[in-house]
């Protein structure tokens, strides 16, 4: 029963008669990455077919497989939260954004975007981290992204070719561009986020969730000219806190200069400012106002709304998207869920602007 389940689940409904069964860790018989136009691909399944408790739980249900080989695009996540300053608890975020993700539907009807019917995508589980070792846990990171990169798959970091991550704390965003800035050199960033995260150092450390972008610059694995942060705000121990930023040519673009107005004609601004280079999309889910998002570490009112957070991430289609994460999701501060779902379907999002996703 637990098998033909499996292959339900795994298969497209234009798959009529072929069953292709779940990948599961450690199946590398997937064959070559790259499949042809017709040919069948994850999809995650209906709850017309499959009950929604039904199945592992997955980021959509997809397919959990232990190698990129044979993905456009892979869900990831990095479930580390030891460089999180005030509320803990960020480490159980990809766990829980997959348990609201069941949620989710297989077309974006607003947009047009048909991700499934374009692009080979599944799970690829979560990174090993070291919970007692920051460093330890960015080499971690890093490695499992060389690795991820290099097999031509975007990834979508919960926090491949592109790949989406789930976090996870902020720090993560920075060994995850350490490896890709070794594929594609210099990346453009749209960081969405209540905080620059331009911090030097706290408690003598250099590496916590408020440094990863000043350590990026550091190491030159941002074109600084295609930085633009959105969403900044709240109070500070200094009367200019967005001077580092400003310095190195980032855009900064404070929450106030967002209220109650639609964020379309911005985007459309960000857009030419990244070109057609590699850019890269890192949220952090306190860019958000906290009546919408209440589950985060550090949480600061009068931010974003859901819908300008859609509209920034639909302004991206077209872009060239290398790779996206969505991090700070603290669930033990999201009783209902609301954050993690709202974290799901931002991930979603980012799956359907990627490049060569199909809209129609």
Not at 37 to 62: F, I, T
Not at 77 to 91: F, H, I, K
Request: with cysteine; charged share 20%.
């Amino acid at each position: 029963m637990l098998r033909l389940l499996a292959s339900r689940c795994a298969r497209g409904p234009g798959a009529r008669g072929v069953a292709r069964p779940a990948a599961g860790l450690g199946d590398h018989s997937r064959g070559p990455r790259r499949q042809a136009s017709d040919a069948p691909r994850n999809l995650p399944p209906s709850s017309e077919v499959v009950a929604r408790p039904v199945g592992v739980c997955s980021m959509m249900r997809l397919p959990v497989q232990a190698s990129p080989e044979g993905l456009d695009a892979a869900f990831v996540g990095v479930p580390l939260d030891t460089g999180t300053s005030n509320r803990p608890g960020a480490r159980f975020g990809p766990r829980r954004i997959r348990e609201e993700s069941v949620m989710l539907r297989t077309i974006n009807p607003s947009t047009g975007a048909l991700p499934f019917q374009s692009l080979m995508v599944a799970d690829l589980g979560d990174v090993n981290v070291n919970l007692y070792n920051l460093q330890d846990s960015c080499r971690l990171i890093q490695e499992a992204y060389q690795k991820i990169v290099a097999a031509g798959c975007v990834p979508l970091t919960l926090g491949i070719f592109f790949f989406l991550v789930a976090g996870g704390d902020h720090t993560i965003t920075y060994p995850i561009l350490q490896a890709m800035a070794k594929k594609h050199g210099p990346v453009g960033l749209l960081h969405v986020d209540a905080h620059t995260d331009t911090a030097d150092k706290a408690l003598g450390e250099k590496i916590y969730h408020g440094t990863p972008f000043r350590r990026c610059v550091e190491e030159k694995l941002l074109d600084c000219k295609r930085v633009v942060q959105i969403g900044i705000r709240g109070s500070s121990m200094t009367l200019d806190p967005y001077r580092y930023s400003r310095n190195q040519g980032f855009r900064v673009v404070l929450a106030e200069d967002c209220w109650m107005k639609s964020l379309v004609p911005l985007m459309a601004e960000v857009r030419q400012q990244m070109g057609g280079k590699p850019m890269y999309i890192s949220f952090d889910i306190d860019g958000l106002d906290p009546a919408y998002a209440p589950g985060t570490g550090t949480p600061e009112i009068a931010g974003l709304t859901p819908s300008q957070a859609l509209e920034i991430i639909r302004g991206c289609q077209g872009l060239n998207v290398v790779g996206c994460d969505l991090v700070e999701v603290s669930p033990p501060y999201d009783p209902f869920g609301n954050t993690a779902l709202l974290a799901a379907n931002l991930l979603f999002e980012m799956l359907c602007v990627l490049p060569k996703v199909r809209v129609v």
